[in-house]
């Protein structure tokens, strides 16, 4: 490969295409539509909350090897903090109980046998029972194997299936819960939480469009893509909203990182999933930030329809996934803000008086594709009918969930895929 690689998306898998080109001493060009890097994972300034916020909470564990890699290439290895343990704090804000999902560091996981490391009323054998993920095929759920009753659905099963799959346990892929699992669950020093200190743009996607800078091969923002021009199995020209189409020389590549439902207008015949799964974050200004010192970074909460908490400074967000039932971003915003905020001094032991000064929904509609497993068997793959053409975001068929590593590593995919 020795032409210039169009990258079509600047979110995480067309930065991560860019970073590895980049690394193999290759030209590209990213192109973006819109007028801002980072796609489904952005900070922007809000002006009710007067705050940079995120549009949603992002979890990342320190077992996502391909986020290490493309944080390396973008210069900043250590721009997410890495908590000292595997410890998962949890809250029921209907029953007031506590514990502690405390994965032990190592091989051998031993921590479900000790009963304060696991979520409180489950049982040993209903953790060890949930080793049957192993067992996950095309077609199971991940309730399909690993019961679908009692505390160890909804203490376990269902805020790791939310987190992770962004869906319940009853509709959600277990093969893909499975790859999470031997990627980074089954080791403590692997499933480490890992924050965005200053918030996701700053950590992930900025110091990427600096190397890019750096390169001499800034973003083009604003540069739609509408149409792919082809010519006996290669792509030749690329049309963009507004001027002059893109040639393409016999050397040069696309890689098209785009979200499905946008790539199913523009490559149709790579039917890709489109159906998807929306994710509801609220943001909470407080008055007085001093009430939160001392609290977890990151709470789970079951018992309600907040899954996780995130605590950045005086802003507390929660996350709640699979969220397409939960009524009231429009119209309704104060009412759903309200039950959240009572859920957020349950869980984090808050006096009932606190109020906050200010609050934010936001709501991702198009979050993750739908990850069931019928879903999953029409993920298409990277490489297609056109020799210069490759696919990568998080719904092509990586073998992980539709999450920040997801799509990284189909970046890193894509450049390989095109260097050989
Ligand atoms: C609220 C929320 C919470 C999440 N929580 C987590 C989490 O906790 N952990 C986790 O790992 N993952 C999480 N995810 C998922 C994660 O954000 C995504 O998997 C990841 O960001 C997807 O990156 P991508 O590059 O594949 O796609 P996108 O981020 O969608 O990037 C695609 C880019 O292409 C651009 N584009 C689209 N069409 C065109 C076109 N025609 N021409 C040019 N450009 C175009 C878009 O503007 C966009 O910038 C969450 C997602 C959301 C929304």
């Avoid at 080109?21 to 973006?32: D, F, I, K, S």
């Avoid at 594709?369 to 793959?381: A, I, W």
């Avoid at 092509?396 to 095109?418: F, K, M, Y």
Wanted: aromatic share 6%; net charge neutral; with cysteine.
């Amino acid at each position: 490969m020795s032409g210039h690689t169009h990258i079509i998306g600047a979110g995480l898998a067309g930065l991560s295409a860019a970073l590895h080109l980049l690394e193999r001493g290759q030209a590209v060009t990213v192109h973006e539509g819109s007028g801002q890097a980072g796609g489904r994972c952005r900070s922007y300034e809000d002006a009710r909350l007067g705050r940079v916020i995120d549009n949603g909470n992002h979890l990342v564990l320190s077992g996502n090897i391909s986020v290490r890699r493309y944080l390396a290439l973008a210069g900043v290895p250590d721009a997410l903090c890495e908590a000292p343990e595997a410890k998962f704090p949890f809250a029921d804000v209907e029953t007031r109980e506590r514990w502690s999902v405390h994965m032990n560091d190592g091989a051998l996981p031993w921590w479900p046998l000790v009963k304060d490391r696991r979520p409180k009323g489950v049982s040993l054998g209903a953790m060890l029972g949930a080793g049957a993920i192993l067992r996950a095929g095309d077609s199971h759920t991940i309730a399909d194997l690993c019961g679908a009753e009692g505390p160890a659905k909804t203490r376990f099963w269902e805020p790791m299936s939310l987190a992770v799959m962004n869906l319940p346990p009853e509709k959600a892929s277990a093969k893909l819960m499975r790859a999470t699992a031997l990627e980074a669950w089954r080791n403590g020093r692997l499933a480490r939480p890992m924050f965005a200190p200053y918030g996701l743009g700053p950590a992930l996607i900025d110091p990427a469009l600096a190397k890019l800078e750096e390169a001499g091969s800034p973003v083009r923002f604003g540069s739609l893509l509408r149409k792919v021009e082809e010519e006996e199995g290669r792509a030749t020209a690329l049309h963009f909203a507004r001027g002059e189409p893109v040639s393409l020389g016999a050397e040069d590549d696309v890689i098209l990182a785009i979200p499905a439902h946008r790539l199913a207008d523009i490559f149709p015949e790579s039917a890709p999933p489109v159906e998807t799964s929306s994710i509801l974050n609220a943001h909470f200004l407080v008055n007085d930030p001093s009430v939160l010192e001392g609290k977890p970074p990151l709470v789970g909460v079951v018992g309600g329809l907040t899954q996780w908490i995130f605590l950045k400074g005086d802003i507390v967000s929660l996350t709640v996934s699979a969220a397409d039932h939960v009524e009231g971003a429009e119209g309704a915003e104060e009412a759903l803000l309200s039950k959240l905020w009572s859920e957020t001094r349950k869980a984090l032991d808050l006096p009932e008086t606190l109020a906050y000064k200010a609050g934010r929904l936001v709501r991702e509609k198009r979050a993750t594709f739908l990850q069931t497993p019928e879903n999953v068997k029409k993920r298409p793959k990277q490489e297609t009918r056109l020799r210069n053409l490759v696919l990568a975001g998080d719904f092509v068929d990586t073998g992980l969930p539709a999450t920040i590593e997801g799509a990284v590593r189909s970046g890193e995919r894509a450049a390989r895929i095109l260097s050989e």
